[in-house]
């Protein structure tokens, strides 16, 4: 037990102040992370959308991800990752504030569009930052306790969320925009003055020589490791979008009950995430690591054909939690590997694109493919698409 837990204290070494304040934003931020999780669920239960309209609301939800991770990119490597990060935490909170108001397929379409281009333009200036504060030996880490720390706020949010809908689900989006008005001000007032060290940007550069400044769409090799992981997303992502209408529809669980498997999950990757990465990263290449964590995304879904109640659904959800531990953290790490100093944005930005991308693509077709034929035949191809997927990692990781 003692060496277990000397084995937990060593796997936050090296981390910085910064990267611990970047953490504790993300808690806060993401422990009101309570709209998402149940957008599917309120559109078909309290707006009586279809579920093809529900998955065209939540397409629109991925092309606003696409236009944000592009921009986000784009204006970190122009304007700084502290301007960005701060005015997209601002912007949330009259964003969700309005969207209980929009009741129509478009109107609300075109809110969530602008909610998700406003959030996912935040990510790119958020990974640079974290890269900013952190040393190159101890990048890995502060992915791992930022993903961390957005875990455990996703065990509370979610939690909170399903006990707030039984009232209203209109509390679900005023409780979101608290806590992302909390997390910006607590940003702004900890980084208005802090910058990374000249010295980290050296180390950087000179790790970088062979690759400076070269643009991610001219890498081939890191544009298709970049497709592999929208493929990866596309499975995942199922999780937010097909997943809890499973839940609702096939076994009939209450707001409540689904709020808390989603909770589960958030405290599963929160428990396990840095002592698993810290393992991993000794035992494993980064390789390894990814194609290991899409299989098991890939039986995570598919072990929800077979007959079970809520002894199935959560062991699946933990199936599903040790694939983000183990693929997520090293896709991040890669990706900047890839990148020198001055392409940090524009690569993340690419790396967070592919994630976007696969927030239009998840919806759209899992919700058409539960429409037409089922939810067992979701599962059975999203599993054949995660295996297909790792042995493309497999692939373009040695010639990365």
């Known amino acids: 037990m003692k060496t277990l837990l000397l084995r937990y204290l060593n796997s936050y070494k090296g981390l910085t102040r910064p990267a611990w304040m970047l953490a504790l934003i993300m808690l806060i931020n993401r422990s009101g992370a309570m709209v998402i999780p149940f957008l599917g669920v309120y559109m078909t239960q309290s707006l009586h959308f279809t579920i093809r309209e529900t998955g065209t609301v939540l397409s629109c939800f991925g092309l606003g991800a696409v236009s944000g991770s592009w921009l986000g990119g784009w204006l970190s490597d122009k304007a700084g990752h502290f301007v960005i990060q701060l005015g997209c935490l601002l912007l949330c909170v009259p964003v969700f504030c309005i ?8 109107h609300l379409s075109a809110g969530v569009f602008i909610l998700s281009l406003v959030t996912e333009t935040f990510r790119p200036a958020n990974t640079v930052s974290i890269a900013s504060y ?3 030996e101890s990048i890995t880490k502060a992915f ?6 957005m875990n455990l706020g996703f065990s509370i949010g979610p939690a909170l969320g399903g006990f707030l809908a039984a009232f209203s689900y209109h509390l679900l989006f005023y409780g979101n925009a608290v806590a992302t008005g909390l997390a910006g001000l607590v940003f702004y007032f900890f980084f208005r003055n802090r910058k990374g060290t000249q ?11 062979s690759h400076q400044n070269r643009s991610p769409w001219k890498d081939t090799h890191f544009l298709i490791f970049t497709l592999l992981c929208c493929f990866y997303a596309i499975c995942f992502f199922q999780l937010l979008n097909t997943l809890p209408l499973f839940y609702r529809q096939q076994h009939h669980l209450s707001d409540w009950s689904i709020g808390l498997i989603l909770a589960y999950s958030g405290f599963v990757v929160f428990s ?16 390894a690591a990814i194609v290991i964590g899409t299989l098991l995304c890939g039986a995570s879904f598919s072990l929800l054909v077979f007959p079970g ?10 199936l599903l939690c040790l694939s983000e531990i183990l693929a997520m953290p090293f896709m991040a790490t890669v990706t900047l590997k890839r990148s020198s100093k001055d392409t940090q944005g524009a690569y993340m930005g690419m790396n967070a694109l592919s994630f976007s991308a696969a927030h239009i693509l998840s ?5 058409r493919i539960v429409s037409s034929f089922g939810f067992d035949v979701l599962w059975i191809s999203t599993g054949i698409l995660a295996v297909i997927t790792a042995a493309g990692f497999l692939w373009v990781m040695k010639k990365l």
Do not use: C, I, W
Not at 199 to 209: F, G, M
């Open 99 to 106: 969207l209980p108001e929009l009741t129509q397929p478009a």
């Open 272 to 287: 396990l995430e840095m002592p698993l990465v810290h393992l991993a990263g000794n035992r494993l290449s980064a390789a």
């Open 134 to 136: 952190s040393s190159p």
């Open 144 to 149: 791992s306790l930022n993903r961390m720390a």
């Open 199 to 209: 010295e980290r940007k050296k180390r950087h550069d000179s790790e970088q020589n």
């Open 309 to 318: 109640k809520l002894l199935l659904l959560y062991f699946s959800m933990f």
């Open 363 to 367: 919806p759209f077709a899992g919700t």
